[in-house]
């Protein structure tokens, strides 16, 4: 039996542990503190096999204990067995002991039970979405016979020479939507061409020297390499989704695999166990566990795929419960990394390869307990669920911060949000989600994976779902991330709606926008957030930065004195706080510390008014005295305003936006003898900026005074 909880297994066992040995680490206890509560994991899942008789060595970071009897023995000193962990939102709320009792050996379900949806042969392939399935054969069945995709070394490589991801990650995203829609056709048909054409691409996928994208396996970097080691695989987001794949595909179509293809089910098991499982549980250092406090969203992703490869493909032992168990915990991890409202600080986008992630793990929890470990009434869960539709805009616009556009991909896994949201009863977040449920059209795509496609086939009600309307909140607040958003007329787009960031500087995927804004008019974005372009070396290599989209220069906040804010954590909001009166709603930032400036003293405050129909960002600054007493040898202070659009400046103190999307035409007023205006254009080329924005964007620069203190607002209105 694995269990969770150290404190719990010792209390529960009546036993004590022991130790023997000293350890080689000379402050252990420091420096390691933050293993110690994956170590009690796994010290405790030993000591259950233990009882059973065997006798069984662990690795963990940094040390080894062995499990003899009613004994542990390892070369370091050990985790106090009594200390209380700290347990996520799950663990919390199934306890411990509950949950270990559900995940034992004798408890969890075996294939074909381990996973949900049907298998081959099953009537609810004849059932299956039409329209959904005539998508899948047309583009199937014009592709069958051509020559699968095919990832190439010199496209891996092309990484380590210039930067570029795309050219190989477009091959193995293409090899793997070719993969799905032959399963789920040979499931639907029974015809023996589409299984060929699957068993093609499981074999195709078992040959790939690597499932691990270029970008991401550190193994080739401390090598000198370009290209990867069969020897070392790196377990990343990519050999997440190939492994998972292929246990989806295992599950659909394995008894009729055993019978055509002998060997090839006994040859993805040799490779996900030891390009996944062996590394999962092999390693702590993994960065995306977040064991050193950081959690991001590849934890969720990475452990939801290895607790689906895990039920599916690993033989019934302690390992498959080892693996399974700690993808659990992780999850717990990540959940209890999320504020208490839910919020994602990578923003709606990543929202889906995140938080989504982990809700789809926790339907696979819940089926492999049927049903006992339900995350549905856990706080912070149903907090999540609502996430998606308070930061939307209108139409397929959305508040967007960080890496994420305002307008991704409309064919996101809205099944799995429908469906999260039935079970926590969020009626909004339904009727988000089934504003995108079209009858007649697709209910999913192949794009997001074989897992994700299946659960939406295998959902009868976001199938019969029909077009709802949105719920368009009137006003959001997330203070976890610091983000408000105001609409002026709740439940629909027409006019003006506000949204300001506070948060800092060392976010995932960050941006240097503390105290940015977003005005849209009529769900359109016209004071605008560009996003990012494609992704390359560069995006997450030390020169971050000078990628102009994530530089505070190209954000809507003011440059100080020539400064632009600065980048980490400590760049932050001092405070970030929002007011709401029956007809004004107020968002007040104190960006002051977001800049390396001395002295400086900065308070943004944006307003929607509803009445007047009227956006309002108010600064007010205090500078220190400039070094040489003089304004004239001192950098200009130039507040930013990103726009989209048509962009016409009639008369100083004004400019006009002819808004994308057919929204009406906006004014932006100002002063002019507080502030001198002009406009620079931004020729866009990347398809990331050009499909979002079109062929350019252009930035209002306000040139300030160097007033010690001084002020200055902008108002935004709708015309006509």
């Known amino acids: 039996m694995a269990k969770l909880s150290c404190a719990m297994t010792s209390r529960a066992c009546g036993r004590r542990l022991v130790t023997r040995g000293t350890s080689r680490h000379s402050g252990w206890r420091e420096s390691h503190q933050q293993h110690d509560h994956i170590c009690s994991f796994m010290i405790e899942y030993v000591w259950q096999t233990s009882k059973r008789g065997r006798n069984r060595r662990v690795n963990t970071l940094k040390h080894t204990y062995v499990i ?95 930067g570029n991801r795309t050219a190989y990650e477009s091959q193995v995203a293409a090899r793997q939507e070719r993969l799905t829609r032959a399963v789920v056709l040979a499931a639907a048909t029974d015809d023996p061409a589409w299984l060929d054409e699957a068993a093609d691409g499981i074999w195709l996928l078992c040959e790939q020297s690597s499932w691990c994208w270029a970008a991401h396996d550190t193994h080739v970097r401390q090598s000198g390499t370009a290209l990867p080691d069969v020897h070392a695989p790196y377990l990343d987001l990519g050999a997440g989704e190939v492994a998972a794949q292929l246990a989806w595909a295992d599950h659909v179509l394995g008894p009729v695999l055993d019978t055509r293809y002998p060997g090839l089910r006994e040859r993805v098991r040799h490779e996900v166990r030891q390009r996944i499982v062996e590394p999962f549980l092999g390693r702590r250092d993994w960065p995306w566990l977040g064991l050193d406090g950081d959690v991001h969203n590849w934890c969720p992703w990475i452990c939801g795929n290895v607790l689906v490869a895990a039920l599916q493909l690993i033989p019934d032992g302690d390992e498959r419960v080892a693996a399974v168990a700690w993808a659990i915990e992780s999850i717990d991890r990540f959940l209890a990394a999320l504020p208490p409202d839910g919020s994602v600080d990578e923003g709606y986008e990543y929202w889906w390869n995140g938080a989504c992630r982990a809700l789809e793990a926790l339907d696979v929890v819940a089926h492999a307990t049927a049903g006992a470990l339900d995350a549905s009434q856990v706080p912070v869960v149903r907090a999540t669920v609502a ?275 057919g929204a009406r035409a906006t004014q932006l007023t100002w002063n002019p003898d507080r502030a001198a205006g002009s406009l620079t254009g931004r020729i866009l080329d990347d398809p990331m900026l050009t499909d979002v924005w079109g062929s350019h964007l252009t930035r209002l620069e306000l040139r300030i005074p160097d007033d010690e203190p001084g002020n200055i607002a902008l108002t935004t209105e709708v015309l006509g």
């Open 387 to 661: 996430f998606p539709h308070r930061m939307h805009l209108g139409g397929d616009w959305y508040l967007n911060v960080a890496d994420a556009r305002a307008r991704p991909p409309r064919d996101q896994p809205w099944a799995v949000l429908h469906r999260w949201s039935r079970h926590v009863g969020d009626h909004d977040a339904a009727a988000h989600a089934a504003s995108y449920r079209v009858p007649g059209e697709p209910v999913a795509t192949a794009r997001h994976g074989l897992g994700r496609l299946l659960g939406a086939l295998c959902d009868p009600q976001w199938t019969a779902a029909t077009t709802s309307r949105p719920p368009l909140v009137g006003s959001a607040w997330c203070p976890g991330v610091q983000v408000a958003l105001a609409r002026e007329r709740p439940g629909t787009t027409t006019g003006l709606t506000l949204a300001v960031k506070g948060g800092h500087n060392g976010e995932h995927h960050n941006h240097n926008d503390v105290g940015s804004v977003v005005v849209a008019v009529d769900g359109v974005p016209v004071v605008v957030d560009a996003g990012r372009p494609t992704y390359t070396a560069q995006t997450f290599g030390p020169d971050r930065y000078a990628i102009w989209t994530m530089h505070s220069d190209w954000h809507n906040v003011p440059k100080v004195r020539g400064t632009p804010q600065g980048q980490g954590r400590r760049f932050h909001a001092r405070r970030c706080a929002v007011s709401r009166e029956p007809d004004r709603f107020v968002a007040r930032v104190d960006l002051g510390s977001a800049y390396p400036v001395p002295g400086l003293e900065w308070r943004r405050d944006a307003s929607l008014d509803t009445r007047a129909s009227r956006v309002t960002i108010e600064d007010a600054w205090t500078l220190a005295p400039s070094p040489t007493g003089g304004a004239a040898e001192v950098e200009p202070t130039t507040l930013h305003y990103l726009l989209a659009g048509e962009v016409h400046m009639p008369c100083p103190g004004r400019v006009i936006v002819w808004p994308l999307d």
């Open 68 to 162: 003899r009897d009613d004994r542990v023995v390892h070369d370091a000193e050990l985790a106090t067995p009594g200390a209380e962990r700290d347990r996520g939102p799950l663990l919390t709320a199934w306890s411990a002991t509950r949950a270990a009792e559900l995940l034992d050996r004798a408890s969890l379900p075996l294939p074909p039970g381990a996973l949900p949806g049907p298998v081959i042969g099953e009537p609810a392939w004849r059932q299956a979405d039409r329209a959904t399935m005539e998508a899948i054969r047309a583009r199937a069945e014009a592709e069958h016979g051509t020559a699968w995709p095919q990832p190439l070394a010199s496209q891996y490589s092309r990484f380590f020479r210039d």
